[in-house]
């Protein structure tokens, strides 16, 4: 079963400094139907102008993805963590007990497009961490390249939930399928571009919940998706 959630559903605000989109309730946004999905919490699709960005917050028990599109963030947080997250790598940072961090736009002149995503934790009060890989073009070209999993496998970024999240580019042509395990769920998130899932047409921003089938996605032009595996 395939439920959609598109585009232009979602909620939106614009900031000037921030253009976001909040395919689940998040800050200002509250939809009781659209809470999250399984321990999918948050998916917030970021347009950031050059310089600008968020000042020092904190956060707690959260397992938090970033998935820089186009562009660079810059990050820094109370462990002495600093770093700039480009296209091709994922950024993970487990909250647990509580951590304080910025995210800015690394360029004065050119905006930055990211994916912020939030993971329920499976345990309460983790020791907070942080760790950032990068993940070449050609692993994710036609095919689907795992970026964050629970053991940490095939060098993908290690989160504290049984969630497998893959990614993947796809030119024309291009077919990629992913079969689900029994009691298992996905999330698709079109990141960019156009794809087709299993028929169906989506567009850039858009999101499906699958359950009790298998997943193929296509596309005539190009597209880049993520692929969440959830219990």
Do not use: C
């Amino acid at each position: 079963m395939l439920t959609l959630r598109r585009s232009n559903e979602r909620g939106h605000a614009n900031h000037g400094w921030l253009d976001t989109h909040h395919t689940f309730s998040f800050a200002n946004y509250y939809d009781p139907r659209h809470m999250g999905f399984r321990s999918l919490r948050v998916i917030n699709d970021d347009h950031v102008a050059p310089g600008m960005g968020f000042g020092a917050h904190s956060h707690q028990n959260m397992e938090i993805i970033t998935y820089v599109l186009a562009g660079a963030l810059e990050h820094k947080d109370s462990l002495g963590t600093g770093a700039v997250i480009t296209p091709g790598e994922a950024q993970r940072m487990s909250a647990g007990t509580g951590i304080t961090h910025s995210e800015f736009n690394h360029s004065q002149t050119d905006p930055v497009h990211l994916l912020q995503i939030w993971i329920l934790p499976d345990q309460q009060g983790l020791e907070p961490s942080y760790e950032q890989r990068n993940f070449p073009a050609s692993e994710k070209q036609g095919k689907l390249r795992l970026i964050a999993a629970k053991d940490g496998r095939e060098g993908a970024v290690t989160i504290h939930q049984d969630v497998d999240l893959y990614t993947s580019v796809l030119a024309a042509g291009d077919r990629v399928s992913h079969t689900l395990k029994p009691n298992r769920y996905a999330w698709l998130q079109v990141a960019q571009g156009t794809a087709v899932l299993n028929g169906q047409t989506l567009e850039a921003g858009d999101g499906v919940a699958v359950s009790g089938e298998p997943l193929e996605v296509s596309t005539d032009s190009a597209a880049e998706i993520l692929l969440f595996d959830l219990a």
